[in-house]
């Protein structure tokens, strides 16, 4: 079978699924704390609108959206906000949190389904902008944001990201195997809100038994989904490959998928609208994998948002003896973690337990060109970072810096393991203030 994929650049990584491809959902235990932090999303941290002392109840809003490109945050849990502190995340920022103390019992407010289908675009809009969801590949934009078509405009294409490229993570797989109707209901969900024309859920080929599960289920239900399945290319699961991919589409510099026709959803939001729609939901949980060559035993969990990684690790059984890296997020664009009562954001999609993969060096750039032939927008690694590197923050922008998806494909291929794309991070960040 001849498979579709983006034609510029990309990398071919281990996949390293095997380690939790087949391990199936399990429900975490409440942890006895969480740490709820409200930058849990893309733009502006929500306002905290909760005090020490005060009691909470599970799915009860917590943070309320600070703008536009900002939302909701739900406590998980019933129990009593036990203190008020800042908090490091994942991605480095820092932002105020609720310490919660969840209570021995716990409710469950979820029970009863509700008829999405009576319901207005408008007020499903609404309800995922209500309901706190968010890009749960780890973008984590606000969904509601996302689905907001302009006057004016049209969707041609709904397509959903199912391709969940990164090594280790098989959280979505896992989602699909195990809850493929409620995954496509959410879809479905999604299509009402937006309106596309068409809809194509795009999955990788080490997934064809996802690929088949989806496809059977989507005949039965009648809907007019088309389950594509990819090469298996990094980074695929990024929206505007994964649009190349699909529909052979590109976004021009600086615009958005919208702007040729598009919208791009996770298949974990999707799900979550699911959630939302039939059970009015809100996001406080989500499925993580926990996994890597050094933490006994790999797992997919459910589990609230705000629990710690320490309690995630505990539950997996412990480090083994050569761990020595902590990420969060995926090997390629996650997040190295030094501290394991980090919580859990809604964007955790794995936390990896890794022994020493690479030695601690780098020596200068031996001009290979690895990193331009690589690099899926075809961009100049190798020039940016140079500029960067001497302080040329607005050479370095003019040669398409803002463009760099930090997928990390320049640094995966690089022999000198030059730290290229903390110095792309630094450089956008730096260019920003310049300007």
């Known amino acids: ?18 380690l939790s491809k087949e391990k199936k959902l399990e429900r975490l235990p409440i942890p006895s704390e969480l740490v709820v932090s409200m930058s849990e999303h893309l733009g502006a941290p929500a306002v905290l609108t909760k005090k020490k002392g005060d009691t909470v109840s599970r799915g009860e809003v917590i943070g309320t959206a600070a703008g536009y490109i900002s939302a909701d945050v739900h406590s ?6 036990v203190d008020i502190r800042k908090v490091r ?6 932002a105020d949190a609720a310490v919660i103390k969840s209570n021995e019992t716990q409710s469950n407010p979820w029970t009863d389904k509700h008829d999405w289908k009576k319901l207005s675009s408008e007020e499903l809009l609404d309800l995922v902008r209500k309901m706190g969801i968010v890009g749960m590949g780890g973008a ?32 979505d797989y896992r989602l699909m195997i195990e809850k493929p109707d409620e995954v496509l209901e959410g879809v479905m969900v999604a299509a009402a809100i937006a309106k596309p024309k068409k809809i194509i859920i795009g999955i990788e080929a080490n997934k064809m038994d996802a690929v088949a599960l989806l496809s059977e289920k989507a005949a039965a239900h009648g809907y007019p989904i088309t389950v594509m399945p990819l090469k298996m290319k990094y980074p695929q699961g990024d929206e505007k490959q994964l649009i190349k991919a699909t529909i052979r589409r590109e976004v021009p510099s600086g615009k958005l998928p919208l702007d040729v026709g598009v919208v791009v959803c996770n298949l974990g939001s999707c799900y979550a609208m699911y959630e939302a729609a039939v059970y009015n939901k809100p996001l406080v949980e989500r499925v993580i994998t926990v996994s890597g060559e050094s933490i006994s035993e790999p797992k997919n969990l459910i589990a609230p948002i705000g629990t710690k990684f320490s309690d995630l690790i505990a539950y997996c059984g412990g480090e083994k003896d050569d761990a020595v890296s902590m990420v969060a997020g995926g090997p390629m664009m996650g997040f190295a973690v030094y501290d394991d009562s980090t919580p859990m954001v809604k964007g955790s999609s794995g936390l990896l337990i890794l022994p020493k993969m690479v030695d601690d060096f780098s020596a200068p750039c031996v001009l290979c060109g690895k990193c331009v032939q690589h690099c899926p927008m075809g961009l100049q690694p190798n020039k940016m970072f140079r500029n960067i590197k001497y302080g040329n923050y607005q050479a370095a922008m003019d040669l398409g810096l803002m463009d760099c998806k930090e997928c990390g494909c320049c640094a995966y291929t690089c022999p000198s393991h030059l730290p290229l794309v903390q110095g792309f991070k630094l450089g956008k960040k730096m260019g920003r203030k310049k300007k």
């Not at 995340?89 to 820092?94: E, L, Y």
């Open 89 to 94: 995340v994942q991605s480095g920022a820092v």
């Open 76 to 81: 998980p849990v019933d129990g009593v906000v």
């Open 140 to 171: 984590t934009f606000p969904t509601a944001v996302k689905l907001t078509i302009p006057m004016g405009k049209e969707v041609d294409a709904l397509i959903i990201n199912g391709v969940e490229c990164e090594p280790y993570l098989t959280s």
């Open 1 to 18: 079978m001849k498979l579709a994929t983006f034609s510029r650049g990309g990398v071919h990584p281990a996949d390293k699924k095997d």
